[in-house]
Nanobody, 121 residues
């Protein structure tokens, strides 16, 4: 069974920084694209950042220049470095990964449980 476990959320003042981590565990043959989403109260879940298996990245306009997504393939882990945080960044952050458990099983989507990020003075 594959699991994604996020960590690193918390309360931070505006202008501060946080680093989120998401580690995949279980039976894993290969991980393709990894993503971070966020969902604010009473809003839809939005895509924040994407990183491919080759290291190509993409960001939502609202976080460009402030957030950086990276991954450590040896550790099956994706990170989200968040700088210059704003109150509007407050949300539950979820990681998502396309994972093949076996060489013959194909890729399927897995989600973490979410980690709360609150930006407030």
């Amino acid at each position: 069974q594959v699991q994604l476990v996020e960590s690193g959320g918390g309360l931070v003042q505006p202008g501060g920084s946080l680093r989120l981590s998401c580690a995949a565990s279980g039976i894993i043959f290969s991980i393709n694209t990894m993503r971070w989403y966020r969902q604010a109260p009473e809003k839809e879940r939005d895509l924040v950042a994407t990183i491919t298996s080759g290291g190509l990245t993409n960001y939502a306009d609202s976080v460009k220049g402030r957030f950086t997504i990276s991954r450590d393939s040896a550790k099956n882990t994706v990170y989200l470095q968040m700088n210059s945080l704003k109150p509007e960044d407050t949300a539950v952050y979820y990681c998502n990964a396309e994972i093949a458990a076996r060489s013959w099983s194909g890729y399927r989507d897995y989600w973490g449980q979410g980690t709360q990020v609150t930006v407030s003075s």
